[in-house]
């Protein structure tokens, strides 16, 4: 059996019959099953055995392969040696806030499973960036780029965001490879604002300005932004300007949408949930959205794409738009491990990597 049908016909059934009402509970089964297995003494010859080389260099760091895993799946980062063990050619841990805080109230995750979709409100619930930085000063260094995704604490207001980040900027920096700034999760109120032009430009400038500073005259690390699929094209222009006017060193497209399209009629119930789809439902907007960057930016900002990336088929797309990397979340739950093997490998087959820059 391939990697895909014994994770799809075996093992998803069973972590999805768990804890049967509440997703959430096969999530945490999940990231527990795989902080122990990366601990265990045969899992970096694991990642032997399943890495596939495909490597590339993006924004000045060496990926080994293309396939990342997208915030928010390892908010606390507690998996990092598990998702290496995988496959992964970088892992985007968070997102974390500078207060710890526990999120929406449950349920807040839930699955559209004809429509290959979820939908959250999770509302980063995480330990904050102090525990996060506390357990990566003594992890074991990773065969892959760590990106830190960071957001807005939901207890400061909209008007002292940009001192809120900086300070999880400062407390991971010595941690992270880059930095992704969050302004487009649908579930902090307010958040998605900072993705206005004045408000984005005054947090891109002082977090760049700040990972300036923390490299002490070096080269800084990169920092991204990470944007909705729900902003239109003139706002997804002005993001590429204020991107190139702060040195922002690459876009990571897409969050979450608010949107309900594409839905299966038997979905269209729990469609009614609040919070960010994700998924099959989202294919199609996210490609059109790094064709968009792509182009408007003449092909000078690397792209992360993310969003409804379900089989490789979809990432070479993402990659023949303009990507120069891609990340996984719904469709690595839908379709488990073998979907990062599966890009990997049709990554290779394309040849030299496009992306590369
Ligand atoms: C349960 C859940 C939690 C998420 N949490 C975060 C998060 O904390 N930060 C973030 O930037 N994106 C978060 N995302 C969005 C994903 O990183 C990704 O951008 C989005 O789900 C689209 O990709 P997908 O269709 O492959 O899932 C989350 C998605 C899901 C489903």
């Not at 895993?69 to 908010?75: E, H």
């Not at 999770?122 to 960036?129: I, L, P, T, V, W």
């Not at 923390?214 to 222009?237: F, H």
């Not at 890009?343 to 820059?357: F, V, W």
Request: aromatic content about 6%; some cysteine; hydrophobic content about 45%.
């Amino acid at each position: 059996m391939e990697g895909v049908q014994l994770y799809s016909r075996l093992l998803r059934p069973v972590l999805f019959r768990l804890g049967s009402g509440d997703p959430e509970v096969a999530h945490h089964r999940t990231i527990d099953a795989l902080r122990l297995f990366g601990a265990a003494p045969g899992a970096s010859t694991l990642r032997g055995l399943v890495a596939v080389d495909a490597p590339r260099t993006v924004f000045g760091l060496r990926f080994p392969n293309p396939v990342g895993l997208a915030a928010g799946m390892d908010k606390n980062g507690v998996a990092l040696p598990g998702w290496a063990a995988l496959g992964f050619g970088h892992v985007e841990v968070g997102t974390v806030t500078w207060h710890p805080q526990p999120g929406n109230p449950k349920p807040r995750l839930y699955r559209l499973p004809a429509s290959g979709a979820l939908i959250n409100r999770m509302g980063f619930n995480n330990d904050g960036a102090r525990a996060l930085a506390a357990r990566l000063r003594t992890a074991a260094r990773l065969p892959m780029p760590l990106g830190i995704s960071i957001g807005k604490s939901k207890i400061t207001p909209v008007a002292d965001a940009v001192a809120d980040y900086r300070s999880s900027l400062a407390e991971l920096y010595p941690y992270g490879d880059y930095f992704a700034v969050n302004v487009s999760s649908p579930n902090t109120p307010g958040l998605r604002g900072l993705q206005d032009r004045g408000l984005l430009d005054e947090l891109l400038g002082e977090l760049t300005r700040e990972a300036a500073r923390l490299a002490y005259g070096g080269t800084p690390k990169p920092v991204l932004v990470k944007i909705a699929p729900d902003l239109d094209d003139a706002a997804i222009g002005e993001v590429i300007e204020v991107c190139a006017a702060r040195s922002v060193a690459g876009i990571i497209a897409t969050n979450t949408t608010l949107a309900r399209d594409g839905l299966a009629p038997e979905d269209v119930a729990t469609g009614a949930q609040a919070g960010g789809l994700s998924g099959r439902p989202l294919t199609r907007r996210a490609l059109d959205v790094v064709a968009f960057v792509h182009r408007e930016s003449a092909g000078r900002l690397p792209i992360i794409g993310v969003g409804g990336i379900a089989a490789p088929e979809d990432a070479l797309r993402m990659l023949d738009a303009g990507a120069s990397l891609v990340q996984v979340y719904t469709g690595f739950i839908y379709g488990g491990p073998g979907l990062v093997r599966g890009i990997s490998r049709a990554a290779r087959a394309t040849g030299a990597a496009p992306g590369d820059r």
